[in-house]
C-alpha cells in the first residue's frame, strides 16, 4: 500500500521561501514524483514533476525560475524548495506519483493514482 506524506506548508509573506517535503511509503523508487495545487475555484495544476533519474522534470511556467523540485529516491522523498513567493501561489499543495506519463504538464490529474493529504501555503501581500 503507498501512502503519501506531506509536510512544510504555512503562511508566509509575498517574496519569501517554503519549503514542502513528501515521504512515499511502499513507492516504487522508480516512479515519477511531483506537486500540484489546487486554489479555491480553480483547477487543479502540475507545479513540477520529476522522474526518479532526474532526467526529465517538468515545471509551470507560472513557477519556473523561482521553485525547484528535487527528489532523494532513497528515502522516496520529494521536496519543492518555492522562493520569491506571492499571493498567487496560495493553494492546497499536494504530493503525487506515479509512473513517468501520467505526471507531465498537459495531462489529465484524475488519472494519478497516489496522492498526499494536502498541505496548505498561503502567501500574504
Known amino acids: 500500500q503507498v501512502q503519501l506524506v506531506e509536510s512544510g506548508g504555512g503562511l508566509v509573506q509575498a517574496g519569501g521561501s517554503l519549503r514542502l517535503s513528501c515521504i512515499g511509503y511502499g513507492l516504487s523508487i522508480y516512479s515519477r514524483m511531483g506537486w500540484f495545487r489546487q486554489a479555491p475555484g480553480q483547477e487543479r495544476e502540475l507545479v513540477a514533476a520529476r522522474s526518479w533519474s532526474g532526467g526529465t522534470t517538468d515545471y509551470a511556467d507560472s513557477v519556473k525560475g523561482r521553485f525547484t523540485i528535487s527528489r532523494d529516491n532513497a528515502r522516496r522523498a520529494v521536496y519543492l524548495q518555492m522562493n520569491s513567493l506571492t499571493p498567487d501561489d496560495t493553494a492546497v499543495y499536494y ?7 501520467r505526471l507531465r504538464i498537459g495531462k489529465p ?17
Open 109 to 125: 490529474w484524475s488519472t494519478i493514482r497516489y496522492w498526499g493529504q494536502g498541505t496548505q501555503v498561503t502567501v500574504s501581500s
Open 95 to 101: 504530493c503525487a506519483a506515479d509512473q513517468d506519463d
